[in-house]
């Protein structure tokens, strides 16, 4: 059976068509968005010991999410394209997620160390990002592919769903981390 992606195109559709592409996806962001509150709440006792780890809650999540944007938007536009492998993109934006991984944990590591002159946390947020940063494109890529597959928009759904994906994954990582590293 042949299924047709339906792809939102401002110039030609209409705002209620628009609307019923988008819509979805969003909603289960909001709902998942406030998922991510409760897990968040889940590190109370690692923020209340460290406050200035809370600090780094924004920047952790937006690098990750950034990171995974960037991937999303050059998969699924290669999708639409016809040129993109999935084995090749994951090979590669892995290999990318490890390598600015590492670059940006240390470059978050040496900020903190000189700002706060707090190493441990400095080490904390390192790691974080580190691993973070790793595994945004792949989080990305699966969405993206997945929503693909279903013969939905990529380029609509896979933002909002991965992001919040993402951000959940990011705060799961960041407070873990935080809780073996500084508790």
Partial sequence: MNHKTIYADDDKES???LL?????PLVIGLVLGIGISFLTSRF???LATNIRAAFFIPFVVYIADAIGTQTQTIYARDLRSGHAKFSTYLFKESALGIILGLLFGAISYGIIVVWL???LLAMSVGVAVLCVVAVAPIVSM???EFL???HEDPAVGSGPIATVIQDAISILIYGTVLSLMLL
């Avoid at 019923?20 to 979805?24: F, G, I, V």
């Fill in 15 to 17: 705002i209620r068509f």
């Fill in 20 to 24: 019923r592409l988008r819509l979805p």
């Fill in 44 to 46: 109370e006792e690692v």
């Fill in 117 to 119: 002159t707090d190493a």
């Fill in 142 to 144: 699966i969405v993206t």
């Fill in 148 to 150: 693909n597959d279903l």
